[in-house]
């Protein structure tokens, strides 16, 4: 502000100067400088002197407020000046609604009973103005004349008002009806001439066609709602009656004639028909259903990609259409039924190349046939991989719903179609129900079934066949029978392995077939949930032959164990131990055997871990020998409990395992019994005395007989009693490998030995024995329990 006043001092009081300083301070304080009291302020800073003191300066605080003062006086008075607006707007308001209340009387003034009117107005009265008291007959007659005149006129005026409301309420009447059952322009063009053109680049016009085909469908359906259907409206033109219209009618639209609706009817329908018949076979055409057709050739005319198919069928466009042809069932049936089967081949055709070339990037599936287990698995899942995708497009075909679509609307136009049919839903236009999307997919994916199918019954058949079974001889004329017990294990594995895959994609596959079926009104309960996709009957029918494969080649492996123990030097437990734990690892392993895949009851048993254990149990149990066998086949058993055996069965072939111990230890115990006799020397007393027993006669005392004299008997005692402190019980560390076993072996071994004595001492002890000299006998039997046990 001091530079601004510095150059007011300077400048002169020019015009010039003036303007200058006008525009610096306008663009300074960004204010108006064309009101009065900037002029006037300007001016005095203008005319300030050359030479400035201390007494006389500018303040530009002072400056602001004297601007801001005057933009304060200049806001009042905008203000007041609208406020002055609105009072005049106000007063226009009131006389405009004046306005129009008076051109409303008049207009009520205009429409009343002008015969009553005139009748009222131009009555005889006998008080006329002049009159006293007699009209003379002229004048009597002329007033008649000039009554009859204007009673004419009233008549004519109130017909034509009359006239004029009822050509009113036609016209309102027609106007409502066209746009309520006429087509626009717009949507008549499309339906008479819409080429599919924009199908693949922006199917603007084709949604267009499609909502112009649904909206010929609404009118009929309310057409036939307010007039009844084509017979009824042909009916009443021959009789001539009018149509009978809905309580939402006005009274005036009774007055349209069932010809016209017949007409419109007739027309909409012939529209509506040609545009169906165009959308099916433009349809037939754009997914290539025909027969000559379906050679993978592309709209452009050279062969099309592998999933050209895939990409059609779910064009939002195509899916809405195949749902606007719902409408036609036998148009709706044969489209379904010929992309079910254009479905079909694509993927026969898809598997045989996944088998023999390769699909999607992947090598040959049998490129892997010499691994029995991957090669079926990679079979299983290419199929329900297929199967999924099948499944998706039948939902997708069949159960479309366009994106926005009100529910009311749909229940709304699902009442009017349970009111009344048309000619085109009637049960006499259609003999067979459009294919669900069960019946879709089962028909879609029955192309896989056969040779899915053969290819696991022969590999099963290979597997199931032993290695003796084959023709093929080794160079030197020997089988490799040390190979034999291996090879049967594996392939048995891969059998049950291969059982584990069937019913975890017979699984899978069932409860794709249960969301399918539980999807909305597009399945028939009736007819779809009690049949069979041919995929998961042939994929059953492998688990059959699998399952029964495997029954009878584990009944087999029973059956050769001891061939087999014979052949590679293993024990029969050590064989159906290892056969278990191969079962057991694949349970683990394999996804078919978890408890949310339910068995069939045909197969459950066979393919249960108990079934199996109890068959190698007891075709290993004879076959034991040793005590080391049973504990091969206890820890057999512990090894199935991992595989979630069954508490029965475990506590089953326990007790068999236990009772064949019992017996091993019985046999093991007297066998070494008589050795131990023999090293700490009762052996020949024992076995001189049992002789004895044999031919004792009366009369005949054991002290005469050989073996039992007195002085034998006192060299064996002798011998017997040195051994007291270290009995020569075996230790069975080689023979048992269970320390609880080798304890009761010894255990039973001394029990023997101590009864054989007790016996001697007993019998020598009698008086009829023969021995006068007793001295020999050092030791009571509960002496020789105790040293001997210790």
């Known amino acids: 502000m001091a530079d601004v006043g510095a150059d007011v001092t300077r400048g002169n009081a020019s015009s010039n ?42 303040d530009s605080r002072s400056v602001r407020v004297a601007i801001e003062q005057d933009a304060l006086q200049q806001a009042l008075m905008l203000q007041k000046e609208l406020k002055g607006l609105l009072l005049t707007v106000t007063e226009l308001k009131k006389g405009v609604s004046e306005t129009a209340a008076i051109a409303r009387r008049i207009d009520e003034v205009l429409h009343s009973n002008v015969v009553t009117s005139g009748v009222e107005g131009y009555a005889p009265t006998s008080n006329v103005p002049g009159d006293s008291g007699d009209v003379s007959a002229t004048g009597r007659d002329a007033l008649d004349s000039a009554l009859e005149q204007e009673q004419k006129l009233a008549a004519v005026l109130s017909d034509c008002f009359a006239r004029r409301n009822l050509a009113r309420k036609r016209m309102e009447a027609v106007h409502e009806f066209l746009e309520r059952f006429d087509l626009s322009e717009e949507d008549s063009r499309l339906l008479d001439h819409y080429a599919f053109e924009d199908v693949e680049a922006s199917s603007v016009n084709g949604i267009a066609f499609l909502n112009a085909l649904e909206r010929v469908r609404t009118i009929r359906l309310e057409l036939g709602q307010t007039f009844g259907s084509l017979d009824v409206l042909h009916q009443q033109k021959q009789s001539h009656r009018l149509p009978e219209m809905s309580s939402s009618s006005s009274s005036d639209a009774n007055r349209l004639g069932a010809s016209s609706a017949l007409r419109m009817m007739e027309s909409l329908a012939q529209k509506q028909e040609r545009a169906y018949e165009r959308l099916y076979h433009w349809l037939q055409k754009y997914l290539h259903l025909h027969s000559h057709e379906q050679q993978h050739i592309g709209p452009a005319g050279v062969a099309q990609d592998e999933d050209y198919l895939d990409e059609v069928l779910s064009n939002p466009f195509v899916r809405r259409s195949l749902k606007t042809l719902r409408n036609v069932p036998a148009f709706y049936s044969h489209l379904l039924e010929l992309i079910a089967q254009s479905r079909r081949c694509e993927e026969t055709r898809r598997f045989l190349l996944a088998l023999t070339s390769g699909y999607g990037g992947l090598p040959p599936i049998e490129m892997r046939a010499h691994d029995s287990v991957v090669y079926v698995g990679d079979m299983l899942a290419f199929c329900f991989r297929a199967f999924s995708v099948e499944a998706d497009v039948a939902r997708a075909l069949l159960n479309f719903e366009p994106e926005g679509e009100e529910k009311e609307d749909i229940q709304d136009a699902q009442d009017a179609k349970d009111q009344v049919k048309l000619a085109e839903e009637d049960p006499e236009y259609l003999s067979d129900k459009p294919i669900t999307a069960l019946e879709m997919l089962h028909q879609s994916m029955g192309g896989l079934a056969r040779p899915l199918k053969s290819r696991i019954l022969t590999v099963v058949s290979t597997l199931a066949r032993r290695p003796d079974e084959d023709d093929v001889d080794s160079d030197d004329g020997m089988n490799d029978l040390e190979e034999e017990g291996a090879l049967t294990r594996a392939q048995l594995s891969q059998l049950y392995e291969i059982c ?13 077939l249960l969301k399918v079926s539980a999807t909305g009104f597009s399945i028939d309960s009736e007819r779809s949930l009690t049949e069979k996709n041919p995929l998961v009957s042939s994929i059953l029918d492998c688990l059959g032959e699998a399952t029964n494969a495997y029954e009878a080649s584990l009944r087999v492996y029973g059956a050769i164990l001891e061939q087999l123990h014979q052949i590679t030097g293993d024990a029969e437990a050590s064989l159906a131990h290892a056969m278990v734990v191969r079962i057991v690892e694949v349970r683990k392993s394999s996804p078919g055997f978890v408890s949310d895949v339910d068995c069939p009851s045909a197969y459950e048993q066979i393919l249960s871990l108990d079934w199996s254990c109890d068959v190698l149990v007891e075709a290993a149990l004879p076959s034991c020998q040793t005590l080391d066998d049973t504990v091969t086949l206890k820890q057999l058993i512990s090894v199935a409990r991992q595989g979630n055996l069954t508490d029965n069965v475990q506590h089953s072939l326990e007790e068999k395992v236990r009772e064949k111990e019992r017996s091993l230890i019985d046999v093991l115990v007297d066998k070494e019994t008589a050795d131990v006799l023999d090293l700490c020397g009762l052996g020949s007393l024992v076995t001189a005395w049992e002789r004895f027993k044999g031919v004792q006669v009366e009369g005949m005392t054991m002290a005469s007989y050989p073996g039992l004299t007195p002085d034998e008997a006192e060299s064996s005692m002798k011998d017997f009693y040195s051994s007291l402190y270290s009995p020569p019980i075996p230790s069975f560390e080689n023979a048992i490998k269970d320390p609880t076993l080798r304890k009761i072996a010894r255990a039973k071994i001394a029990d023997q030995v101590c009864q054989r004595y007790t016996a001697l001492f007993n019998a020598m002890s009698q008086k009829d024995g023969g021995y006068d000299d007793l001295s020999f006998l050092g030791h009571t039997p509960q002496q020789v329990v105790t040293l001997f046990s210790a």
């Open 17 to 58: 100067q003036n303007s200058i300083l006008a525009s610096k301070v306008s663009r300074a304080l960004e204010v108006r400088s064309d009101t009065p009291a900037m002029k006037a302020a300007l001016d005095a800073l203008a005319h300030l002197p050359d030479h400035q003191d201390d007494l006389f300066t500018v």
């Open 500 to 512: 584990g895959l069937l019913l975890f994609y017979a699984s899978a596959l069932d409860k794709a």
